[in-house]
């Protein structure tokens, strides 16, 4: 898929962040779109900021969660357009806390947004694409900490090392056919999604103790740092892997990753306020 000129795309999570930034390439690239969130005020808002950038564009609300919410979305997308050709499987959240102390609530919310967001948006739209004869491309965001493992991101680390996989899998699955997939793994980019997450014990995000807090600082001032990148240009990165059939994506590359692999003692002693080294 060479040129997105007037190509379909659907975008998960589009009301801010990567996925907002994602939308707007796209939108640069001439696609038609279809952005989906679950925050109604924050929709709309993406939505008149693209179509004032020209772009072709609708919105849909829609939990990921769900899969009747997204086979809806699906539904609406070919209704619009006639067809789907690229599926941005984007929307994310993040829990912060212990394992073993962080509710039941908590650990869906993480693993049903972030993993099983993505199997309800391949199972909706992958066998449309197929159908439709026409080049198809599914992008996966999942994350560096996909890949890397760090404390106090169990149920994020969970999700994001099954959407690797699953993707791998896709790819082997969808080998010879007309749809090309993308796996990308961004590390430290200017989004909310810190700000936004639940931390501490529970779904009520109490009881956060030091170690924790101090953590959900250091990443916050990770993602502000002079290395995080925009989503803008991760969206401009998206826009170029499909155009190139480019499977593995990761926009900050090795040297930027922003969590560090450490076995429990050197992370039990480590200083989270001055960062991990």
């Known amino acids: 898929m060479d040129n997105l000129e007037s190509k379909v795309g659907v975008v998960t999570g589009a009301a801010s962040g990567i996925g907002l930034g994602i939308a707007r390439a796209f939108g640069a690239e001439g696609m038609r779109l279809v952005l989906s969130d679950v925050s109604e005020d924050q929709l709309n808002r993406a939505v008149v900021d693209l179509r004032t950038q020209g772009a ?14 997204v086979n809806a979305l699906a539904d609406a997308a070919v209704e619009a357009y006639g067809h789907v050709n690229v599926l941005c499987n984007n929307a994310g959240v993040a829990v912060v806390g212990r394992q073993w102390e962080l ?16 199997i309800n948006g ?12 026409i080049a ?63 931390v501490g014990r529970g779904s009520g995000g109490s009881d956060v103790d030091g170690d924790v807090g101090a953590f959900v600082g250091f990443l916050q001032t990770s993602v502000e740092g002079e290395n995080s990148m925009e989503p803008e240009d991760v969206g401009k990165m998206v826009a170029q892997a499909i155009k190139t059939g480019q499977f593995w994506l990761l926009p900050n590359g090795e040297s930027q990753l922003p969590f560090v692999e450490a076995d429990f003692n050197e992370m039990r002693t480590a200083s989270f306020s001055s960062g991990i080294e």
């Open 122 to 133: 391949i199972r909706a739209f992958v066998p449309r694409m197929l159908d439709s004869g």
């Open 103 to 118: 509710g039941a609530a908590d650990w869906a919310w993480a693993i049903d947004t972030c993993l099983w967001g993505v």
């Open 56 to 69: 072709d564009c609708i919105g849909r609300l829609a939990d990921v969660r769900s899969e009747t919410e």
């Open 136 to 198: 198809c491309h599914v992008v996966n965001v999942a994350s560096m900490g996909g890949l890397l493992a760090a404390p106090f991101v169990g149920p994020y680390a969970c999700a994001k090392h099954a959407v690797v996989g699953l993707t791998k899998a896709l790819r082997a699955e969808l080998g010879g056919t007309n749809v090309g997939v993308t796996l990308v793994c961004p590390g430290n980019v200017r989004t909310n999604v810190v700000r936004a997450a639940r």
